[in-house]
């Protein structure tokens, strides 16, 4: 998936109103986020195939340490771990922590069965939803727009910014995942790589639109 991991960061605004939305959209992107670092390294590994699915034309080969159920597993407790040390916020952690699985859960319920369980192991796990690229824009359109809408019932915009910001990283969003669908297959791996290294910035663009919302309970003033 792409933008239903964008979702379940939005609406876990509401269960971790103490984390900034960066950091709850670098803890469902996560496993994305260090994925191209280890394909550029040459430790992990994909290829351009179109046709692997009718979604994507991505044949992900290689990528147990970034993408595994027990890395994933592993890597949660870390970035909790960090923001329980960093943060003393319990709920959040256990949130933060969910979020980094349920990047796994997703991408078993998007992919063709590539997703190891554990590095190393030869069962592979996948439900094939980008097998329709119909279904795979129904659904996820449709968690994408419930993740967004409990997110803005549960926040107000401080300022223009709050407010402007956040409509466009949903069009930049929208934009790179339909560019994605539809658009022409990159040249090559690397090029995917460096592409997703940009979701760096979608991190640190959702920590900027954090300072300017608040808690819907709060009054706002212009």
Not at 34 to 48: A, K, N
Not at 200 to 222: C, F, G, K, N, S
Request: charged fraction near 10%; glycine fraction near 10%.
């Amino acid at each position: 998936m792409f933008i239903g991991h964008f979702a379940v960061a939005f609406a876990a605004k509401r269960a971790a109103p103490g984390a900034s939305l960066g950091t709850l959209v670098l803890a469902a992107q996560f496993l994305d986020g260090i994925w191209p670092l280890l394909v550029l390294s040459g430790v992990e590994r994909v290829e351009v195939a179109p046709g692997d699915t009718a979604f994507t034309p991505l044949a992900f080969t290689h990528y147990p340490y970034s993408h595994s159920l027990l890395a994933s597993l592993v890597w949660a407790a870390l970035f909790a771990g960090a923001y329980l040390i960093l943060r003393r916020d319990r709920r959040g952690a256990v949130v933060l922590a969910a979020l980094v699985v349920s990047h796994w859960v997703l991408d078993a319920a998007s992919h063709r069965p590539d997703l190891p369980l554990y590095p190393g192991g030869e069962a592979l796990v996948g439900l094939g939803l980008w097998n329709s690229v119909a279904a795979t824009l129904f659904i996820e359109g449709l968690l994408f727009s419930g993740g967004l809408g409990i997110y803005l019932a549960g926040t107000r915009a401080r300022d223009r910014s709050g407010g402007a910001g956040l409509w466009a990283l949903v069009a930049v969003l929208l934009l790179a995942y339909l560019g994605a669908a539809f658009g022409p297959p990159p040249p090559d791996a690397a090029t995917v790589a460096h592409a997703g290294l940009l979701g760096w910035l979608v991190v640190a663009w959702a920590y900027w639109i954090d300072r300017h919302r608040a808690p819907a309970a709060v009054a706002v003033t212009a």
